[in-house]
């Protein structure tokens, strides 16, 4: 028997053997790398060479009503990834609305200063209109 019918054959008695619960080197889980360690196989036998062992695992595993578990980890992963794109989204809402806010304010700074600088100025004006008086006294 060649090393890569044997190891078809190792793959689907581990196949059983976790699809039935009873994992002997494993820890039963219902993923590629338990199945992997379970045959005695390296991990990329399935993911490179058995593709179509793995399949047929993973279609069993859903037959039987289960999630494999790289599934099931995969959808927490996209369940708390979209948890987190809804916070950015609100806490970007917020920080448009910030900048919104500080650009009036400072549009509204920018206006008094320069009405006090026109102030200022008229003052000086004045100020320089009026006629110089002598000194008293002298």
């Known amino acids: ?51 179509d062992l793995k399949n047929e695992f993973y279609d069993k595993v859903r037959a039987r009503g289960g999630t494999p578990d790289s599934e099931r980890r995969l959808r927490e992963q996209i369940r708390r990834l979209m948890e987190l794109r809804a916070a950015d989204a609100e806490e970007l809402a917020q920080f448009k609305a910030d900048a919104e806010a500080l650009v009036g304010a400072l549009h509204q700074a920018t206006m008094e200063n320069l009405h006090l600088g026109q102030q200022l100025a008229d003052r000086h004006a004045v100020i320089r209109a009026l006629p110089t008086q002598a000194p008293l006294g002298g």
Do not use: Y
């Open 1 to 51: 028997m060649s090393p890569v019918a044997d190891e078809r054959d190792r793959i689907r008695a581990a196949m059983d053997r976790i699809l039935r619960g009873t994992p002997e080197r494993s820890n039963g889980a219902l993923t590629i790398v338990a199945l992997a360690v379970e045959a005695g196989v390296p991990r990329n036998a399935l993911t490179q060479r058995h593709t």
